[in-house]
């Protein structure tokens, strides 16, 4: 029953107590008490009442805690990181500046619970961080051999593996001494040949740098492509110049693609990155946005950076060209050097009159003087000088006027290249006496994305001579093109070479990975040529991205010569019709990772030919249909 009196005496303090008993003691305030206080029980309890204390709440009431009540510490935490960077006070940088000086270190220093790596890198895993992709510094003492010091020398490989099999057909004419089969006695025989090319592609540099931001202070780079190629073609005389020779042919070549050092002016840098550096050596080179112009991998020196927060680009550069491999068009450094000499400066300005859309301004000069030249490729046919008009060598000097633009305005992307040649060309090959080069071109494409689609709009100019016998060419003609335009290299007129058989032995309508009517003998060792009939195309296509993996494409080009008097007169013909036909192509590429390393591509395409095109060439079953296939697997390191 003691414990039932407790509440009868609290309840009794307001009332006159019994004289004999003295009053209780007051209640000291709860903030007062400590836990010995609270917990301690009233004298006379039954002992047998004493309990073990309840653990306290802390969160009875939400945001509050109990008085005088101090929770444990979290067991301590101690981490090894030696050598770590003591990060700098938030006001020491503005707000879009955070420098990391050692980021290799973070990640050696991710460790499991064992204190192992938790990234741990493989020669073979392209994917992951990798000392043989420059993931990481090279460590000097695991490479006494290499004269390098301290901590921020990279070492980065790349290989690429690029498989091509492509059946097609174009015109093939009838060799003159002989045909493949009794019943090919015309001007044209069978269209169909074969290609198969496998390319590989292994390069390495050695550089020394701080961030991925910042360029590297020096940079030795090389990079080397083994070609092997496979033809089959129903005639002779298409393959080798000599008629006792076959209609297939293998062949291989080792080329040199890329051999430069870079140097930083490490003191031009600012605090945005902006940089100027120097180049000497093979190394590639593309003058616009599109590779209209020139787009190659050449030997020379090159000066180069940007300002302004990089709003600002300039390039100045010089190149002596080199000799290309006849069948694999690659560089070939046992050859001299061609007599051949390409100035390029060059300036890119973003946000110019428009915002978001960067202009470029460019000024080449192209030095020829190959005109007492005879180079023979590799097949036995003559390339220069083109076997053309009078067959003389030419020298030429043209000066190249571009402006070109790459951007958006508004919810419209749009890309553009105009140029205008101006020059002189020492034999005009029709009349045997010097002319002046005045041509010109334009291109445009614009396109709109709507979610995973774009749809594009494709235009081209490129102006012909119109008289071959006066003392100006007009036809235009780049330095080597290599364009990315209207479909590209899935178009069937970009990627296929159209021989011009009966007006210029050895000569072709136009290049092979080239857009341009130039009446070369070959994009790779020819000289341009600024009497030409020249180009009108007009184009649409669109770009769907069914997945990350899958992107459908497809075109559809309509091409006509801008003037036919230049292959009428080397025809001999009174009058050609301008219409060379429809080109469409379509194309899929998968990507199985969602990234560079494994694609696969596949297209079609087809030209329906027009009356132009008929009334130039024919093929032994009188089809005006030709097309070209292209399967194509390429594997990057």
Same mark, same amino acid.
């Given at each position: 029953m003691?414990?039932?009196?407790?509440?009868?005496?609290?309840?009794?303090?307001?009332?006159?107590?019994?004289?004999? &008993?003295?009053?209780?003691?007051?209640?000291? @305030?709860?903030?007062?008490?400590?836990?010995?206080?609270?917990?301690?029980?009233?004298?006379?309890?039954?002992q047998?009442? +004493?309990?073990?204390?309840?653990?306290?709440?802390?969160?009875?009431?939400?945001?509050?805690?109990?008085?005088?009540?101090?929770?444990?510490?979290?067991?301590?935490?101690?981490?090894?990181?030696?050598?770590?960077?003591r990060?700098?006070?938030?006001?020491?940088?503005?707000?879009?500046?955070?420098?990391?000086?050692?980021?290799?270190?973070?990640?050696?220093?991710?460790?499991?619970?064992?204190?192992?790596?938790?990234?741990?890198?493989?020669?073979?895993?392209?994917?992951?961080?990798?000392?043989?992709?420059?993931?990481?510094?090279?460590?000097?003492d695991?490479?006494?051999?290499l004269?390098?010091?301290?901590?921020?020398?990279f070492?980065?490989?790349?290989?690429?593996?690029?498989?091509?099999?492509?059946?097609?057909?174009?015109?093939? @004419?009838?060799?003159?001494?002989?045909?493949?089969?009794?019943?090919?006695?015309?001007?044209?025989?069978?269209?169909?040949?074969?290609?198969?090319s496998?390319?590989?592609?292994?390069?390495?540099?050695?550089?020394?740098?701080?961030?991925?931001?910042?360029?590297?202070?020096?940079?030795?780079?090389?990079?080397?492509?083994?070609?092997?190629?496979?033809?089959?073609?129903?005639?002779?005389?298409?393959?080798?110049?000599?008629?006792?020779?076959?209609t297939?042919?293998?062949?291989?070549?080792?080329?040199?693609?890329?051999?430069?050092?870079?140097?930083?002016?490490? @003191?031009?840098?600012?605090?945005?990155?902006?940089?100027?550096?120097?180049?000497?050596?093979?190394?590639?080179?593309?003058?616009?946005?599109?590779?209209?112009?020139?787009?190659?991998?050449?030997?020379?020196?090159r000066?180069?950076?940007?300002?302004?927060?990089?709003?600002f680009?300039?390039?100045?550069?010089?190149?002596?060209?080199?000799? +290309?491999?006849?069948?694999?068009?690659?560089?070939?450094?046992?050859?001299? @050097?061609?007599?051949?000499?390409?100035?390029?400066?060059?300036?890119?300005?973003?946000?110019?009159?428009?915002?978001?859309?960067?202009?470029?301004?460019?000024?080449?000069?192209?030095?020829?003087?190959?005109?007492?030249?005879?180079?023979?490729?590799?097949?036995?046919?003559?390339v220069?000088?083109?076997?053309?008009?009078?067959?003389r060598?030419?020298?030429?000097?043209?000066?190249?006027?571009?402006?070109?633009?790459?951007?958006?305005?508004?919810?419209?992307?749009?890309?553009?290249? &105009?140029?205008?040649?101006?020059?002189?060309?020492?034999?005009?090959?029709?009349?045997?006496?010097?002319?002046?080069?005045?041509?010109?071109?334009?291109?445009?494409?614009?396109?709109?994305?709507?979610?995973?689609?774009?749809?594009?709009?494709?235009?081209?100019?490129?102006?012909?001579?119109?008289?071959?016998y006066?003392?100006?060419?007009?036809?235009?003609?780049?330095?080597?093109?290599?364009?990315?335009?209207?479909?590209?290299?899935?178009?069937?007129?970009?990627?296929?070479?159209?021989?011009?058989?009966?007006?210029?032995?050895a000569?072709?309508?136009?290049?092979?990975?080239?857009? #341009?009517?130039?009446l070369?003998?070959?994009k790779e060792?020819?000289?341009?040529?600024f009497?030409?009939?020249?180009?009108?195309?007009?184009?649409?296509?669109?770009?769907?991205?069914?997945?990350?993996?899958?992107?459908?494409?497809?075109?559809?080009?309509?091409?006509?010569?801008?003037?036919?008097?230049?292959?009428?007169? #080397?025809?001999?013909?009174?009058?050609?019709?301008?219409?060379?036909?429809y080109?469409?192509?379509?194309?899929?590429?998968?990507?199985? +990772?969602?990234?560079?390393?494994?694609?696969?591509?596949?297209?079609?395409?087809?030209?329906?030919?027009?009356d132009?095109? +008929?009334?130039l060439?024919?093929?032994?079953?009188?089809?005006?249909?030709?097309?070209?296939?292209?399967?194509?697997?390429?594997?990057?390191?």
């Open positions: 003691a414990l039932s009196l407790i509440p009868l005496v609290v309840l009794a303090q307001p009332f006159a107590a019994p004289e004999a &008993a003295p009053a209780p003691a007051p209640t000291p @305030p709860p903030a007062e008490q400590s836990e010995e206080q609270v917990e301690e029980p009233a004298e006379g309890l039954n047998t009442a +004493k309990t073990e204390p309840e653990p306290l709440d802390r969160d009875i009431i939400e945001g509050r805690e109990r008085p005088g009540f101090n929770s444990e510490l979290p067991v301590e935490i101690t981490q090894e990181n030696q050598g770590a960077v990060a700098p006070p938030p006001q020491a940088f503005s707000p879009d500046q955070v420098p990391l000086p050692d980021r290799w270190r973070l990640i050696d220093a991710v460790t499991d619970i064992e204190g192992n790596p938790v990234i741990r890198e493989s020669l073979l895993d392209p994917y992951n961080q990798n000392t043989y992709k420059g993931d990481r510094p090279i460590n000097p695991k490479v006494p051999w004269p390098i010091k301290g901590d921020d020398w070492f980065v490989l790349n290989a690429i593996s690029d498989t091509v099999y492509e059946p097609r057909t174009f015109p093939i @004419p009838v060799g003159i001494q002989t045909t493949q089969d009794p019943d090919r006695l015309d001007v044209f025989g069978n269209d169909f040949s074969t290609v198969l496998q390319t590989f592609i292994v390069g390495a540099a050695l550089l020394k740098g701080s961030t991925a931001y910042k360029p590297p202070s020096i940079e030795y780079r090389v990079t080397l492509a083994y070609n092997i190629n496979y033809v089959d073609v129903p005639e002779r005389r298409v393959l080798f110049v000599e008629p006792s020779k076959g297939d042919r293998l062949d291989h070549f080792l080329g040199v693609q890329e051999a430069f050092v870079d140097y930083h002016f490490t @003191p031009q840098d600012t605090d945005r990155f902006d940089f100027i550096s120097i180049r000497a050596g093979i190394q590639p080179f593309q003058a616009d946005f599109r590779g209209f112009l020139f787009n190659d991998q050449q030997l020379g020196v000066l180069f950076g940007n300002r302004d927060n990089n709003r680009q300039f390039n100045l550069a010089a190149f002596w060209r080199l000799e +290309k491999d006849t069948n694999s068009g690659l560089n070939s450094v046992v050859q001299s @050097p061609r007599d051949d000499l390409v100035f390029i400066a060059n300036v890119y300005r973003q946000d110019f009159l428009i915002p978001a859309l960067t202009s470029q301004f460019t000024l080449a000069y192209n030095r020829n003087r190959e005109g007492n030249d005879i180079e023979i490729d590799d097949n036995g046919f003559p220069r000088p083109a076997l053309l008009g009078d067959l060598g030419r020298d030429y000097d043209v000066f190249y006027l571009g402006y070109n633009v790459d951007g958006r305005i508004g919810r419209i992307n749009i890309t553009g290249s &105009a140029y205008w040649a101006l020059g002189e060309d020492r034999n005009n090959f029709f009349t045997g006496e010097p002319a002046d080069i005045n041509a010109q071109f334009a291109a445009a494409e614009v396109s709109y994305d709507r979610d995973w689609m774009r749809f594009r709009l494709s235009g081209l100019y490129q102006s012909g001579d119109s008289d071959p006066d003392n100006e060419e007009n036809g235009f003609d780049a330095i080597f093109e290599n364009p990315v335009f209207a479909g590209a290299d899935t178009s069937y007129w970009i990627r296929q070479t159209i021989p011009f058989a009966g007006g210029g032995r000569v072709s309508v136009n290049g092979r990975n080239g857009i #341009l009517n130039n070369r003998s070959s060792q020819g000289q341009s040529n009497n030409n009939p020249g180009l009108w195309l007009v184009g649409v296509g669109a770009d769907f991205d069914l997945t990350p993996e899958v992107r459908v494409s497809a075109n559809a080009n309509h091409l006509w010569f801008e003037d036919t008097s230049s292959i009428e007169n #080397l025809r001999v013909e009174g009058s050609i019709p301008d219409d060379i036909g080109d469409l192509s379509a194309s899929a590429i998968w990507r199985p +990772k969602a990234n560079q390393n494994i694609v696969f591509r596949l297209s079609a395409a087809t030209l329906i030919s027009g132009g095109f +008929k009334d060439f024919d093929n032994l079953g009188n089809q005006d249909e030709f097309y070209s296939i292209l399967a194509n697997v390429t594997l990057t390191y």
